[in-house]
Structures are given as structure tokens and as C-alpha cells.
């Protein structure tokens, strides 16, 4: 069955999952014991932020051309971008970062689905390029896993 949310709906979800990760990122980056890793997660708390303040405005109707009205339906299935399994409190922190990797694949994956359905224009780039700067977080975060997960050894 197809899910069918109008554009407000879909971003609401958005700016939702945009506040969820940056609270990930911050509480990541308090606990964080190399500096930079917490350089990196407070640079994706700040961009996450920035997401989210780019879809409030969305939402407010400023984007101007290229937008899509705030009841229009979008009839394809964007609730599957937005599912993911809860994190728990005892998860170690190699499964924290895999989680947030799969949660910026998941992103990625919902905004350039939503920039497809728009017409080409200045909203359509705007999505692109959340896009890009999601799958540029997941490379970060799967970086951050790969030297949690696979330690070097002083042995090289």
C-alpha cells in the first residue's frame, strides 16, 4: 500500500529527523574522547542544524519558485526514508556510529527522492544538495566507525 503525505507532512518528518541527528551528533560529541571526532560531530551537528532551519523555511513558504504547495500530495513511499530502529542506552559506541551511518544513508536517500519530485528549479538544487551533503556525513561517520570498530595497533 502507498503512503500519501502532503509536502507539510513530509517536512515536518524531515526537520524531525534533522533535530533527532543533531541531538545524536551532540551527545556523541560530549562523550567523544578523540578531538577529532568531536571537531567532525560538532561540524554535523552545525549542518544538521542547518538542514533543519532551510526546511523551516521551506515550510514557511520562502523558498519561492520551484516549491511545492504545503497540501500537495506526494503520492510515492517517503515514510520508508523516515523508518529506523530505535538506539538504545547500553549500545557501544562502534553500534551508535553504524546507527548514524545508516541514518544518513536514510537521509540521503529521502532527499533526493523528494528533490525527484520537483520540478527543475532553485527547491530541486536546494534538495540535491542536502543530498549530497547527507552521503558526505554517512562517509564520515562510517570513517569514525572504522577507527572505533578496527582500532590501529602500535604495531601498525
Do not use: W
Given at each position: ?57 521551506y515550510l514557511r ?39 548514524a551511518a545508516n ?16 520540478p527543475p528549479g ?35
Open positions: 500500500m502507498t503512503t500519501k503525505l502532503t509536502v507539510a507532512d513530509v517536512l515536518e518528518r524531515a526537520i524531525q529527523k534533522e533535530i533527532e541527528s543533531q541531538e545524536l551528533y551532540t551527545r556523541l560529541g560530549r562523550t567523544a574522547t578523540d578531538a577529532a571526532a568531536r571537531d567532525l560531530l560538532g561540524q554535523m551537528t552545525r549542518a544538521e542544524k542547518k538542514h533543519e532551519e532551510l526546511l523551516r523555511r513558504g520562502e523558498l519561492g519558485e520551484g516549491a511545492l504547495a504545503r497540501d500537495h500530495v506526494l503520492d510515492y513511499r517517503i515514510a520508508e526514508h523516515l523508518a529506523e530502529p530505535s538506539l538504545e542506552p547500553d549500545m557501544k559506541l562502534a553500534e551508535i556510529l553504524l546507527a541514518r544518513e544513508k536514510a537521509s540521503h536517500d529521502f532527499y533526493h527522492a523528494l528533490a525527484g519530485a520537483h532553485n527547491v530541486r538544487r536546494l534538495l540535491e544538495e542536502l543530498a549530497s551533503q547527507e552521503l558526505e556525513h554517512k562517509q564520515h561517520v562510517e570513517y569514525l566507525y572504522t577507527e572505533v570498530a578496527f582500532p590501529q595497533t602500535d604495531g601498525g
